[in-house]
């Protein structure tokens, strides 16, 4: 829902989604704090909050109810204002996050003491088991008014005279996230430059209370600000967001798609040209996942070209023109062979169903290292010839590779930054699928995606912007071998890290995702690769379920769902524990992918 606000001081037209209405006196009573809402928000010129013909249509942030500390705390007004009433700290950020830019908010306190504001990274995870305020996170930037000490990265240091008599006053909040500075303003006047300095990362506001009986009231730019705010801040507001990949299916798509037995059928409408594609069936066990990728090329009645997450098999032995294949990539999908079993097809068999995975990976293809033909060859940044198809925008690229069988050897991968995360598969030896990432500690780990146990420590050397480092015969012996490279962009995918808690659990990757595969990792209890999809599952609860390290098609139950929801997704402790334990048992350490239905700017209510 969008909110509209009139004007403060004046009675008469509010623009509601790009139209003038009439409001009247009578229906609203004071006009200052009226709002009209519009179920179908609309993305007009956005400007700092208190530009009468600016920002007034939007999605804007609020405070998020799932996304808070402990079970603390109670909103209203819409979300925007803040109590918590018992002695202990309620922490909410906002639904919105911010990297770059410029950004202006204000909050009136409705209490004497013990309000915080200021900002916190996205990819701290809130805990229903904890009761930290936000001094106590790491990388959080915050002020606390009551003592006028202000906290970067845990640390204290004094910053203004203390506030013991808050009610009433207003504190502005200007972030300015390209110079890496924070200012605060009380009651229109500035306090000066609080933070200077700060870790260039994802960031939402966040709200703190402690044991008080009034509301704190948060304003993002729903209504016109009390106060000017510096030149160049805009309220925090879908228009004013500005992902790098505005339309998701541009960079990957989720696509459902009834088999109808033909020999061979277009498959059409990813909104891209599919440079890796991933197929999976939903309805007939025992049938395996096929993953194809333009850089290694599409298959034929004679070549089998398909690898499967489930299985360590080779290329060759995929048995394709018996079981089916994908034949050809094209602008806006791709063309499917059934194969010459009638007894089933991994692509087009009659009243099966699919679901097919496509991420763009780039217009064209390098190869990188000796003789390449890339601009960075240089020996020291790669060591082995490397063929990479690239998209740097939506962070995917497609590699392949001859091994050397020399530990330590690099490999490029073309992303132009740190890949969070890389998949490397052997084609022509019946090897395991490893996936490497170092968002767990920092160190590189790897983890198997053909089977369900828990993470290694690696020895290869960590990556960096250009180039992958090899460790173990596995990735580097002298086959010829597949990869994949991904890197978390803003409003498109995230790769990250949480610890269940076997409670309701929210996931912030501010989008809304199409596509979910999360691991246990840091144990090696069992735990399976699992899938949610809104292709499969386009309403909430996301019931239904499939396991990339196993065939047999999907499992539809309520243990062990999801919701997906504007801005992450949100974990069901469900009353399985045979199931849970895939993906929300307590204390345990979860790895996750996700990839975006839509980025927060466009989302809509599912």
Not at 152 to 171: E, F, P, R, V, W
Not at 222 to 234: E, I
Not at 286 to 294: A, S
Not at 486 to 506: A, P
Request: proline share 4%; charged share 15%; glycine share 12%.
């Amino acid at each position: 829902t969008s909110t509209v606000t009139e004007n403060a001081g004046t009675l008469g037209n509010a623009n509601i989604d790009g139209e003038t209405s009439a409001i009247e006196a009578g229906v609203f009573g004071d006009v200052e704090g009226a709002d009209v809402l519009s179920d179908s928000p609309a993305n007009l010129t956005a400007g700092s909050g208190n530009v009468p013909t600016g920002n007034n249509v939007g999605n804007y942030c609020t405070l998020n109810p799932l996304d808070r500390q402990a079970s603390n705390g109670e909103l209203a007004n819409g979300n925007l204002d803040l109590r918590q009433t018992t002695g202990a700290w309620a922490m909410y950020r906002g639904t919105m996050s911010m990297s770059s830019g410029k950004w202006y908010w204000e909050v009136t306190f409705g209490n004497d003491q013990y309000s915080m504001i200021g900002i916190i990274p996205t990819d701290y995870l809130m805990s229903s088991n904890s009761n930290y305020w936000p001094a106590q996170v790491p990388n959080c930037y915050v002020f606390y008014p009551y003592t006028g000490n202000k906290y970067d990265n845990t640390s204290l240091q004094n910053y203004a005279s203390a506030d013991q008599s808050g009610t009433g006053d207003t504190y502005g909040i200007a972030l300015d996230l390209d110079a890496g500075t924070k200012k605060k303003k009380k009651n229109g006047s500035s306090l000066g430059q609080a933070h200077s300095g700060m870790r260039a990362d994802t960031y939402a506001p966040v709200a703190a209370l402690y044991n008080q009986s009034n509301y704190d009231s948060y304003n993002f730019g729903q209504r016109p600000f009390l106060y000017t705010p510096p030149a160049n801040h805009l309220s925090i507001c879908s228009k004013n967001l500005n992902p790098p990949v505005a339309n998701s299916t541009t960079g990957f798509k989720a696509l459902a798609y009834d088999g109808n037995g033909n020999a061979t059928r277009e498959i059409t409408g990813m909104g891209h040209s599919p440079d890796f594609l991933w197929i999976t069936q939903t309805n007939a066990g025992g049938w395996q996942h096929v993953l194809y990728d333009r850089t290694r090329g599409p298959g034929t009645s004679s070549v089998t070209k398909s690898l499967s997450t489930n299985s360590n098999r080779t290329e060759a032995s995929g048995n394709d023109t018996n079981h089916g294949f994908v034949s050809a990539f094209g602008d806006d999908g791709f063309t499917v062979d059934k194969g010459t079993q009638s007894g089933g097809s991994y692509t087009n068999h009659l009243n099966w169903n699919y679901l097919a995975y496509s991420w763009d990976a780039g217009e064209s293809a390098v190869t990188y290292g000796p003789s390449g033909s890339g601009a960075d060859n240089e020996s020291s940044n790669y060591d082995i010839l490397t063929t990479v198809r690239a998209n740097t925008t939506t962070g995917v690229s497609v590699l392949s590779y001859t091994g050397s069988g020399t530990n330590q050897d690099k490999i490029a991968h073309g992303l132009g930054v740190t890949p969070e995360a890389w998949i490397l598969k052997s084609r022509t030896g019946a090897k395991e699928w490893y996936l490497y990432t170092q968002v767990y500690d920092g160190t590189v780990d790897y983890i198997t995606i053909n089977g369900n146990q828990g993470k290694n420590d690696s020895q290869s050397n960590a990556p960096n912007a250009t180039s992958i480092s090899l460790y173990s015969s596995t990735v580097n012996s002298t086959d010829d071998y597949a990869g994949y490279a991904f890197r978390s962009v803003e409003g498109f995918s995230k790769i990250g890290f949480y610890t269940g808690s076997g409670n309701q659990q929210f996931i912030p990757v501010g989008f809304t995702p199409a596509w979910v595969m999360i691991k246990r990792f840091t144990d090696n209890t069992v735990g399976q690769w699992t899938i949610y999809d809104t292709a499969n599952s386009p309403a909430n609860e996301v019931t239904k379920k499939l396991w990339a390290d196993a065939a047999g098609g999907e499992e539809d139950h309520t243990n062990n769902s999801i919701d997906i929801v504007s801005n992450g997704f949100v974990l069901d402790p469900g009353s399985d524990s045979g199931n849970v334990q895939y993906t929300n048992t307590g204390s345990v350490g979860y790895f996750y992918m996700a990839f975006a239905e839509h980025p927060l700017t466009t989302a809509r209510a599912r």
